[in-house]
């Protein structure tokens, strides 16, 4: 992946990770610095672990970091706090 090219796009959909624990150091694996710009989950349950398995939408980058619309661009969330949601598979109920 080159090292402007980050792994999620505005405006993107995302799931932040299940298993999201408060407190922790989660790092940014794409985008000008890889590896370098970490967050600290925030201890409130108002910050990204309150959004934990959640769909939510990329607003922008800032600071080599993503900002989501749900929070109202508050907190910085890096590559490893999201998933891609899943596909949704419908099949014909004829």
Known sequence: ???SKYKYKNEEAVRVRED???GTVYYMR???EPD???VETS???RGQVGYRGQIVHI???ANGRYKILEDGKTYYYTDEMFDRPKNLICKSLL
Do not use: A
């Open 1 to 3: 992946m080159s090292k």
């Open 20 to 22: 999201l624990q408060s």
């Open 30 to 32: 794409s985008g000008p």
């Open 36 to 38: 370098t710009n970490g």
């Open 43 to 45: 201890w409130s349950g």
């Open 59 to 61: 607003s922008h980058k």
